[in-house]
């Protein structure tokens, strides 16, 4: 499984972005697909994750009520919708794949198996 991100980019505070992460290979074997960030000198941390048929998300405390989760599976693609964006949001933002069952392992770095290269996400004052 290889998985892509694109859509980082330089924007003010208050305003929005959608990050996208398109999913190749074996991709009928992930069952959840999520995002996580890491911004300079600190370490990675969970930001939401879909499971494949949508039914389950989860978000960590500094993005709920500002982020959504989306995935179109016809596009084998996740979307991350982040509004009301923060200083505090830069990052470099990760996608990532696991085979593996839902729950809180979702949510750690461990509990993913797959990784994509890192889109910049950069929030000006």
């Known amino acids: 499984v290889q998985l892509q991100a694109s859509g980082g980019g330089l924007v003010q505070a208050g305003g929005s972005l959608r990050l996208s992460c398109a999913a190749s290979?074996?991709?009928?074997?992930?069952?959840?697909t999520g995002w996580f960030r890491q911004a300079s000198g600190k370490e990675r941390e969970f930001v939401a994750a879909?499971?494949?048929?949508?039914?389950?998300?989860l978000f960590g405390d500094s993005v709920k009520g500002r982020f959504t989760i989306s995935r179109d599976n016809a596009k084998n693609t996740v979307y991350l919708q982040m509004n009301s964006l923060k200083p505090e949001d830069t990052a470099v933002y990760y996608c990532?794949?696991?085979?593996?069952?839902?729950?809180?392992?979702?949510?750690?770095?461990?509990?993913?198996?797959?990784w994509g290269k890192g889109t910049l996400v950069t929030v000006s004052s």
């Open positions: 879909i499971s494949w048929n949508d039914v389950n998300t």
């Open positions: 290979g074996r991709t009928y074997t992930l069952y959840g």
């Open positions: 990532a794949a696991t085979a593996g069952s839902w729950g809180n392992r979702i949510t750690k770095v461990g509990g993913m198996d797959y």
